[in-house]
């Protein structure tokens, strides 16, 4: 059976929420309610609370911390997160934050994620810091994975360098995130590009496209 509950991470400038985002309502196509977690904690600098009510005209219902938006700088979990595991009918996507706390909150949730076998996503970014490697993504995929206490199910190849991304660099995103999944035994599932650097892409390099709609601004 496929899963319902959906949790995407990634480093800070993988592209994660604009994927998580994406994702969400894509399975808008499937359920009739979708929910969208944003478990980014500690006020990070995109988070999915700032297009709230665009995303909810669009059939998606958010949940963030209370002190999404906001300048208070505090670890906080959504109150009403409870409700999305009572939902059995609907699908949940988590946005969680890319470092420790976000992984830590996640953690939490382990008692629910148990009795359900989630789907997590691995976003990741060849043009940042700490996944420029297939190494460095390998050793970032153990850290999360430990401090989640959940297993990555699929990696997601996201490398871009925002307005400037052209098809040279999710080619090369491509060649590294494959080798990602080669050495840690985990399958690459997408590789997420505007719908504008995907038509200028060679026929090689098509496969297993996800077509990304921009949302959070500076991302892609």
Known sequence: MEARIHIIVGHYGSGKTEFAINYALGLRECYARVYLVDLDIVNPYFRTNDVKEKLEAMGLSVIASPYASSNVDVPS??????????????????DVGGDDDGAIALGRYKQFFDKEEPEMLFVMNVFR????????IKDMVADIEATSRQKVTALVNSSNLAGLTTKEEVI???GITKE?????GIPLRYTTVTKEVAE?????????????????????
């Open 77 to 94: 979990l959504p109150s009403d997160i409870h409700r999305v595991f009572a939902d059995r009918d609907a699908a949940v996507v988590f």
């Open 200 to 220: 200028t892409l060679p026929e090689e390099n098509r496969e297993s496209l996800f077509i990304i709609k921009r949302f959070m601004a500076l991302n892609f």
């Open 180 to 184: 990602a999944s080669r050495i840690t």
């Open 172 to 174: 090369k995103g491509q």
């Open 129 to 136: 810091p700490m996944t420029a490697t297939a190494e460095q």
